[in-house]
């Protein structure tokens, strides 16, 4: 970003020869331009007019200051951006404005947009990116192309970029715009008005001014004292561009030139050459020792915070890491330099008095200094309110921000990282391995970057998430990357704002740049990793292995998916160790960086949103999050976790379209049942994974037809897409999946037949086809199946019962009620061994109750009800001696005598339902059946009288003769006190027994008991109950009654 902005910081120059502004040009140019035009004393430096005072005196010191004639270096002006020098203050007012440029460039603009049209269409889309994220990255790499190339101005290429995502609809308005308010992105562009400031007032020349004064003396004391000055204003001024170009530069020209070191000729080493150099080199440093120090700094810093990299008390902690290697580096540096690139003047005794001097000139501290250092930002804001390149910043950086923020939320980032971590677990590094491998690219990447933040951007992010996937501590890699992004501000003429500076002074050689600052870099690089090697296990802890028991990249998606949750969820976020909390659980890995692999809050009655981080468990087998109370979509990147086994987040309230695009390749169970969902149901969930088994998608609000790709699903057991809208026919694919078990489609609005194909489903053990609209016959397929559990209630199947189904070894629940099935009912109960339950109901069949029935030992549950059923209940139905439930109501039946006769030979017979068939009389024979709870003989035309034989039945709990012909008393013994009018009404014959009223007896006073006496009773009352019932409860727990045990 310094480089970008560099026009606000200089001197706008004129040169005979036109050269192209933009970056491109700007390096090419620089690697082929000879060394810059020497000058004379009388030549004005670079800055020269934010030294210049009101004063007519102008001291030795910096007497080149003083303007006589035009000569100005020519190779500066290709380092600025293309600039109206009425946008630049510090200007000369009488310089001719460098036209602007016009127009785009076509072959820069041609390079960039073809970058992102062949990641886009060219290359493919890697197996667990989503079209959208692929797509943001193809406009992200094409706008970092453009900031680089610049084929329009830096402010008009990012907001075409910014349009490009909103005409395609890669990002919504709301989310595109984001970044512009951003705090840390309106943080950097503040920093460029205040770093504006100390230039203007004159602030950052007299501290600058002081060092010289104070340690003048040597060649190797100005360069400290001016290194010990960067350190002093660097926090408060944290551009370093400015710092070089407004502050330092122009203190190093005026010494340089009173010691007859001239730019552009031998004369450069005597001092100038040796003073920039170590000024260069040492930036770096002093920039990684304050958070604030250079803008590169609060980018990183919030870069990392958008990965769930939370430094605590970020400025201090940024220091107290930085301090030892810092401060080392700074004293190694102009040693080194001074044995490596010595200066040929090694003495300025004059230096320190000629800077009293100047002091004494500019005289004591201005209004505006005060105002700089009381009021900061503020103050320095309003001054300098027209500064274009702070909006051309927010612009550009605001754009790019937010692109890098979404390509992390879309997953992009962690795809890197998790590509880059598997490649070096195949090296079988250790983490401080990865570490230096990661750190070494991050480094020499930088050849291919013009500026430190436009690297930060780009790169920042996706290195970060590789540190961490690799098992890097979080706040160690995130510090580490942030320090060496500004120790290679040095390593070429173009890696920063202050490097383009000084090359541009004419004092250095292209050759001397790279050599040195190939060396020096390097050099600070090693002090930097050595010191804080030891530095850091001392002074902080980002290297400790009791950090590592929970892998930080786990830590973080954790973190942020808390923050999505409102109650419910509780956990101590503060506590590292994300493997001790609750739901959690890691792996078994012997290394001390354990990874996440099931998360499991089912029942916790959570209540939120389920938040993208989740995505970042790239370990991850079991997602456990049914029954709560999370609403909201279920994200996309879920379905894209490759190591996801079982994903359960059923009972919610979640809602949209079920996420398309899946790619869980190791996925064997899905249950997303009892949401909200709409939509169209996508079989391709179940297509990208070979292993699953298990698809429940019931109780949604799912619309279409089922899917015909179904059939692909070739591991599918279990399917379940009951209560939903689905319509249309049964597709004759599904029934290709041959291991497929259970099969629910109830409750939906399917039409057609059922197809014979649904034979070919040799395995299904139950099928679930109630509540739709099939018609036409049962196929009679079902003795190539296996079926035990067949409902197909509430259809229009027509025609007879199948051969096939009556004749079924396997069939054990049976329920076709509420159809037109017709003829007679053949059930062959002689192979039906074992049948325990058939609902027949509701249909039409006719003919006589078959005796055939009596085979059917295990019969438990018979409705035969709503039929044309006739004639007398078979003699042999009293074998049914395991038969509970029997439904006999709305046919034609007769002898009811005879039918409780036999009946009460089933002695396990709980209900018993005879309305609309009888005529006669109750008969007085329900002794055998003692465990009768139900008993309806409504709607009949019995008569006579209520046998009293019934009083007996003392489980008897539903109990109706309503409209009968009976008559005579009610009875009032056994359970008829407990039933209602309405199980008599209907019967004008019957009445009401008058019975004599309850009345208590009184108590006699003699043995009324004492109030201490019933203080006693009471007590040992109150205790009795609460131990009977503390020893009950805990009986249900331990029991399993209240919770089924695992």
């Known amino acids: 970003m310094e480089s970008f902005a560099l026009h606000s910081l200089s001197t706008t120059t004129t040169t005979t020869t036109t050269f192209s502004t933009s970056l491109y040009t700007r390096i090419s140019l620089l690697h082929r331009l000879p060394k810059p035009l020497s000058i004379t004393k009388s030549s004005p430096s670079i800055l020269s007019l934010s030294t210049i005072r009101s004063s007519t005196q102008k001291p030795l010191l910096f007497s080149a200051l003083h303007t006589k004639n035009k000569t100005f270096y020519s190779n500066f002006r290709i380092l600025a951006l293309d600039t109206k020098s009425s946008d630049n203050p510090l200007s ?63 402010a008009a290429w990012a907001f075409l970029g910014l349009t490009t995502l909103l005409v395609t609809r890669t990002l919504t308005f709301t989310t595109a715009f984001s970044a512009f308010t951003n705090e840390v992105i309106w943080l950097i562009v503040i920093s460029f008005f205040f770093a504006r400031g100390f230039v203007k007032t004159g602030l950052g020349d007299r501290i600058a001014t002081y060092f010289v004064k104070w340690l003048g003396k040597s060649t190797l004391g100005l360069s400290y004292g001016l290194i010990l000055s960067e350190v002093l204003i660097a926090p408060a001024m944290p551009s370093t561009t400015a710092r070089a170009g407004g502050v330092f530069l122009p203190i190093i020209k005026s010494l340089s030139l009173s010691a007859g070191s001239k730019p552009g000729d031998s004369s450069s080493k005597k001092l100038g050459s040796y003073l ?86 500019m005289g004591s501290v201005t209004k505006n200094e005060w105002t700089m250092v009381g009021t900061m930002l503020l103050a ?82 996706a290195f970060l998430a590789m540190h961490l996937a690799a098992g890097v501590p979080a706040t160690m890699a995130a510090l580490a990357l942030a320090y060496n992004t500004n120790l290679f501000g040095a390593l070429t003429h173009y890696s920063s704002g202050q490097s383009a500076v000084y090359y541009g002074a004419g004092y250095m050689d292209l050759p001397d740049v790279f050599k040195l600052g190939f060396v020096m870099t390097l050099t600070n690089a090693i002090i930097w990793g050595v010191t804080a090697t030891f530095w850091w296990n001392f002074k902080a802890p980002f290297t400790r292995s009791e950090n590592f028991s929970c892998n930080s990249n786990d830590l973080r998606s954790l973190t942020n998916f808390s923050r999505s949750i409102d109650y419910g969820l509780d956990w101590n976020t503060s506590d590292s160790n994300c493997c001790t909390w609750i739901g959690v659980t890691c792996d078994n ?66 809602v949209g379209p079920l996420p398309g695009g899946s790619n869980l390749s190791s996925i064997r169970y899905v249950d ?132 096939s189904l009556v004749n079924s070894p396997y069939i054990v629940i049976l329920n076709l009620n509420n159809n037109t099935l017709n003829g007679p009912i053949n059930l062959n109960c002689s192979a039906m061994v074992h049948l325990i339950s058939v609902d027949l109901g509701s249909n039409n069949f006719h003919g006589p109750l078959p005796d055939v029935i009596s085979s059917c030992q295990r019969l438990t549950n018979l409705n035969l009800a709503r039929n044309n059923l006739g004639g007398e209940v078979p003699f042999a139905f009293k074998n049914l001696q395991a038969l509970r439930s ?56 019995l008569s006579g009288e209520i046998p009293l034989s019934l009083e007996k039945l003392s489980f008897l709990s539903k109990f109706s003769i309503a409209y009968n012909q009976l008559h005579g008393d009610i009875p009032t013994g056994g359970q008829f006190l407990t039933f209602p009018p309405s199980s008599f009404e209907g019967n004008k014959g019957l009445r009401e027994q008058q019975l004599t009223p309850f009345q208590p007896q009184q108590a006699p006073h003699d043995v009324q008991l004492a109030d201490e006496e019933m203080t006693i009773i009471g007590l040992q009352f109150g205790l009795g109950v609460m131990t009977g019932f503390l020893f009950t409860v805990t009986l249900c727990f331990a029991s399993g009654w209240v919770f089924a045990k695992t």
């Open 380 to 461: 320095v804001s309003l001054w300098v309110f027209g500064e274009k390149s702070a909006w051309d910043t927010l612009a550009w950086f605001a754009v790019l921000v937010g692109m890098a923020s979404q390509l992390t939320n879309l997953g992009v980032i962690s795809w890197m990282s998790s590509c880059v971590s598997k490649n070096l677990q195949s090296l079988s590094l250790s983490w401080p391995a990865a570490f230096g491998v990661l750190q070494a690219s991050y480094f020499f990447i930088h050849y291919l970057f013009a500026g430190q933040i436009g690297h930060v951007g780009a790169l920042y992010s």
């Open 672 to 803: 997303i049942s009892a949401n909200n969902f709409n939509g169209s149901v996508d079989a391709a969930l179940c297509e990208s994974s070979s292993y699953i088994h298990t698809l429940n998608l019931g109780n949604n609000y799912f619309t279409g037809e089922v899917p015909a790709n179904f059939g692909r699903c070739s591991s599918l057991q279990q399917l379940f897409l009951n209560d939903n809208h689905l319509s249309g026919n049964l597709p004759k694919s599904l029934c290709q999946l041959r291991n497929l078990r259970i099969l629910h489609l109830q409750h939906n609005l399917v039409s057609g037949p059922l197809n014979d194909e649904i034979g070919k489903l040799s395995n299904l053990v139950e099928l679930d086809i109630s509540s739709n609209k099939f018609s036409g016959i049962l196929p009679d397929v079902f003795e190539r199946l296996k079926l035990e559990n067949f409902f197909a209630s509430s259809n229009n199947f027509s025609g007879h019962l199948p051969m």
């Open 589 to 654: 890995s012997t290394v001390s960086s354990k990874r996440v692999v099931r998360l499991e809050l089912g029942s916790k009655r959570l209540n939120g949103i389920i938040s993208e981080s989740l995505a970042g468990l790239d370990q991850l087998s079991i997602l456990n999050l049914s029954q709560n109370f999370l609403h909201g979509y279920l994200p996309d990147r879920l379905l894209h976790l490759q190591n996801l086994e079982i994903i359960d987040s059923s009972n919610n309230d979640l």
């Open 886 to 941: 029997l439904s006999l109501s709305n046919n034609s039946l007769v002898n009811i005598s005879s039918a409780l006769a036999i009946l009460q030979h089933c002695r396990n017979l709980t209900s018993l339902f005879l309305s609309f068939n009888f005529h006669g009389t109750i008969p007085d024979s329900f002794s055998g059946m003692t465990n009768l709870e139900v008993l309806d003989l409504s709607y009949n035309d």
């Open 276 to 361: 920039i150099q170590s000024q260069m080199q040492c930036a770096g440093s002093s920039s990684s020792l304050f958070l604030t120090a250079a803008a590169q700094n609060l980018l990183c810093f919030k870069l990392a915070g958008e990965l769930g990299v939370m430094i605590p008390n970020p400025w201090i902690s940024w220091l107290k890491a930085a301090s030892l290697p810092a401060l080392i580096s700074l004293v190694v540096t102009p040693l080194v330099l001074y044995k490596l690139y010595p200066p040929e003047t090694k003495d300025t005794p004059d230096a320190p008095a000629v800077a009293a001097k100047k002091l004494e000139t």
């Open 92 to 154: 000369d007012s009488s310089e001719k404005p460098t036209p602007a440029q016009k127009g785009a460039k076509l072959i820069p603009l041609l390079i960039s947009v073809s970058i992102g049209l062949i990641v886009r269409f060219a290359v493919p889309k890697p197996i667990g990116i989503t079209p959208q994220a692929w797509q943001l990255l193809s406009i992200f790499l094409s706008t970092i192309a453009g900031l680089i190339l610049s084929p329009l101005p830096v």
